[in-house]
């Protein structure tokens, strides 16, 4: 079970001080208040001013066990799902929140969120994993912040990282795929078929919400016409909770082919050299002492 602390509602502005932070919580199962204290805490009110106070107690609040947690085994690194799709128009409420449903099941199974850093419904996924504590990352089209921000309008606030290519929208698109595990499409234009296309002839695992218009609901058709094979599987599901599950549990799953399909020596081994997803001294992710 993993926890997190969530300061109370009357202290907006929490800054805790203590020698002994942080606690060591992996012993923990109870959901109910924890004596820590005390701290000494500090408070801003909207004036600025700050008043010290001492605090003994916080509430501990718990995220379900999820099924599949995911770490990918090829490097120890978490799972990384990129989010594509619409960036603009008109959607249905429950189009976009739909997608920030997916972006919650991602941070709720322990995996990295990354879209374009494009405002939209992969924004919506990125609210949702931040929702849930969840890390993000935007591949900028930008230069700069600056850049990102007044001549691409694109948003910043919930991406953990940003990281700018200076490739412009369609440059971008190559970084976005390569840089992700598994793409999940979200509605989405001819932008959105680009990244797909890269994403197929990479062998990549990717998943399509369905019903959320765009491409993606038109996307069996266009798969169908494909008869080309490289390795790529596509998943489709209306329920984003169920995609990331079902995307997750394949990418994690023993006899799933890495998309840089390394060949086995005479003796079956994986030539690591053929690999540029894991390590560099084995397919297989060995644990530190720390993890």
Known sequence: MALWLQPSDELPSLILKSRYWPL??????????LRVGPFVGVRSNARGIQTKFKLRFIKLHAMPTQPTIGINPLNGHPVRFGVMGSASGDHDREVVQRCRVLGKSVARRGCCLLTGACPGLPQAAAFGAKDEAGHTIGISPAISFKEHVETFNSPWQEY????????????????NIRSSDIVVLVGGSSGTLGEFAIAYDEGKLIGVLTGTGGISDVMKTIESQIHKSTGAEVIYDS????????????FLDPGYECPCHPSPDKTGKLQTDDCHC??????????????
């Open 278 to 291: 894991g390590p560099a001294d084995g397919m297989q992710h060995t644990p530190s002492k720390d993890e």
């Open 24 to 33: 060591a919580f992996g012993a923990l199962t109870s959901t109910d208040f």
């Open 239 to 250: 329920d984003p909770s169920r995609l990331v599950q079902r995307l997750l549990a394949r």
């Open 160 to 175: 953990d990282v940003l990281i700018y290519t200076g490739l412009g929208f369609m440059g971008r698109e190559l970084i």
